[in-house]
């Protein structure tokens, strides 16, 4: 009985197994808990890449203080950000396209200048100071004539020379050649049949027109040398055309005494002009609705207002004037075979400048002649102009000269020699080279004959002189 109610010490067995159970229970959680810490740090060991192992305590705190801030940056304070970005990227653009429009606002303004002043005639491009004597292997001489050149032109865009001459044969750049017939063959050859004396294309390239010893006047289509037109109505050779510039109105001129205007694109006559009292050895046209011509042995030259039907004459020259060329709407240069170069303005009725025996003398002491200026050229809205002489000797040559400030003076620059008559004389419009039409004679007779001399073209490159090479010069002549 006493043993029944007496309580034994120590704990009970249910209690000593519960207690056991928990602290089992502990034990596990604790290993599990030990066992979730090893694989966190074994993941974070693993994502630390090499690199990081070895930075310093700086580093760590700059990168938390770069996350602190973008984690404390509100969504206003993002917009806003991103709002100022977007309007410095659209300030620079505007200024960017601010430059750019300022800079073809500067182009467009300078070409519009420069089409004001070529309009008024006052364009003056300084080129002449420039240039450079070519060497005289870099000449080069095509032939394919026959017989002398008497007339050239060049197309607008320097890629072809079209030249005719006394065999009545016509050659564009050595490539299509356009062959003469004999005298009587006019009703079965399509082409000329007697001297060629004049050539001339127009603006745009399309037509090319030629004027023979037959009163006749051929109109080609330029790029495939196909004929088109026949004019007639001169009643003597024809010795001059020329397009107006940007249409396709022609003018001729002939040893008749008359101008005759054409329309090309209708095939038609418009209308004549008369005033020379000789025969007429050179035209001109610009753009203008006007011409200017050079009289022969009437020793004037007369500028024609279409439109006014009137005219104005100019007098200067003591011989025969043989040549004209325009160098701009108001200024041309005109030769003669007196031996002297003039240069006009259309507002003066008397040279601005002369130069005599602008080719010097030859013949025997007391006796001595000018060289005949036979040719005349002018690279367009420039100083630059040059000559050409005739003379049955071998000192012919072609001489370029600078026009002075307002196209108040001739001044020589260089002289190429060549051998026989230079019959006509052609800048090329990028006025990078010079074409020169030579013969065994004269483009109008047979006066003089030279046999040593080749028929053919010249051509005559243009170097300019680089910028450094002038600063060194004007170094050289400073003194420095």
């Known amino acids: 009985m006493s043993s029944f109610f007496i309580k034994k010490k120590g704990p009970p067995k249910v209690f000593k197994k519960s207690e056991n159970s928990a602290g089992s229970k502990r034990k596990n959680d604790g290993d599990t808990g030990n066992k979730l810490k090893k694989k966190l740090n074994s993941k974070h060991n693993e994502e630390i890449s090499s690199d990081s192992e070895t930075e310093g305590p700086a580093v760590h705190r700059k990168r938390r203080a770069n996350v602190e801030e973008e984690f404390d940056e509100t969504p206003q304070e993002k917009k806003l950000r991103l709002a100022k970005l977007y309007l410095d990227q659209l300030r620079d653009e505007e200024e ?225 004037i043989d040549c004209i060329q325009l160098i701009n709407e108001e200024h041309m240069i005109t030769g003669a075979d007196d031996g002297s170069v003039s240069l006009w303005s259309v507002n003066k009725k008397k040279p601005l400048s002369t130069v005599k025996a602008a080719h010097g003398r030859h013949g025997d002491s007391g006796l001595e002649q000018p060289y005949w200026v036979a040719a005349v050229a002018a690279l367009q809205n420039s100083d630059t102009v040059a000559s050409g002489t005739n003379c049955c000797s071998h000192n012919s040559k072609v001489q370029l000269w600078k026009c002075g400030q307002g196209f108040r003076h001739l001044e020589p620059l260089f002289s190429i020699p060549v051998i026989g008559f230079v019959n006509s004389l052609k800048f090329s419009s990028s006025g990078k080279f010079l074409v020169a039409g030579v013969g065994q004679e004269h483009r109008l007779g047979r006066w003089w004959r030279l046999k040593e001399a080749k028929n053919g073209l010249y051509i005559i490159p243009l170097k300019r002189q680089q910028p450094e090479q002038e600063e060194v010069q004007n170094g050289e002549e400073n003194g420095v």
Request: glycine content about 8%.
């Open 96 to 320: 960017k396209k601010a430059e750019e429009e300022s800079f073809e606002t500067d182009l467009i303004a300078g070409r519009l200048q420069e089409e004001v002043l070529e309009q008024k005639g006052k364009l003056q491009r300084m080129v002449a100071k420039d240039l450079l004597p070519p060497d005289t292997s870099e000449i080069r001489l095509l032939r394919g004539h026959k017989l002398p050149v008497t007339c050239l032109v060049i197309s607008p865009d320097d890629k072809h020379i079209f030249s005719a001459a006394k065999d009545c044969s016509i050659i564009k750049c050595e490539l299509h050649k356009i062959t003469g017939g004999r005298k009587g063959t006019e009703d079965r050859h399509v082409g000329h049949t007697a001297h060629v004396l004049c050539i001339s294309i127009s603006s745009d390239g399309k037509y090319l027109a030629t004027g023979d010893m037959n009163k006749l006047i051929m109109i080609w289509e330029a790029t495939t040398c196909k004929h088109l037109y026949k004019f007639t109505g001169h009643r003597g050779p024809v010795s001059g055309l020329s397009f107006r510039r940007g249409t396709h109105d022609l003018y001729s001129a002939s040893h008749d005494r008359s101008i005759k205007v054409w329309n090309v694109d209708e095939n038609a006559y418009v209308e004549t002009l008369f005033g020379h009292q000789d025969v007429i050895t050179g035209l001109d046209s610009g753009s203008r609705e006007r011409c200017v011509t050079a009289g022969g042995r009437d020793r004037t030259v007369r500028v024609w207002k279409i439109a006014e039907e009137s005219q104005l004459v100019f007098h200067g020259h003591e011989g025969s």
